[in-house]
Nanobody, 120 residues
Framework: QVQLVESGGGLVQAGGSLRLICAPSGSIFSINAMGWYRQAPGKQRELVAT???????NYADSVKGRFTISRDSAKNTVYLQMNSLKPEDTAVYYC??????????????WGQGTQVTVSS
């Protein structure tokens, strides 16, 4: 099992910045990818950014140029720096860790979520 603890959410005005932190613990061996997803009220959970072992990074188009995901391999910690925040970024942000066992088999672990609210 992998436990994920998120921190860093909060209330910020439009144009402001926040940094989210995700610290995994437990069976962190063989985590292949980590990332951030978000879910706004009445909407489906969506990918924000992911970082894969080896360094490949993916961003949602809506956050490119504003958000930066990074990983401290020594601490197994993942960060999401969010700049130029917009009201539409308001959501619960979830940390994700994925173990990939084959092309068709993987396991996802989720944090409890942290609320990000951007006021206009």
């Amino acid at each position: 099992q992998v436990q994920l603890v998120e921190s860093g959410g909060g209330l910020v005005q439009a144009g402001g910045s926040l940094r989210l932190i995700c610290a995994p613990s437990g069976s962190i061996f063989s985590i292949n990818a980590m990332g951030w997803y978000r879910q706004a009220p009445g909407k489906q959970r969506e990918l924000v950014a992911t970082i894969i072992s080896g360094g490949k990074i993916n961003y949602a188009d809506s956050v490119k140029g504003r958000f930066t995901i990074s990983r401290d391999s020594a601490k197994n910690t993942v960060y999401l720096q969010m700049n130029s925040l917009k009201p539409e970024d308001t959501a619960v942000y979830y940390c994700n860790a994925r173990k990939i066992y084959s092309d068709s088999a993987s396991v996802d672990y989720w944090g409890q979520g942290t609320q990000v609210t951007v006021s206009s």
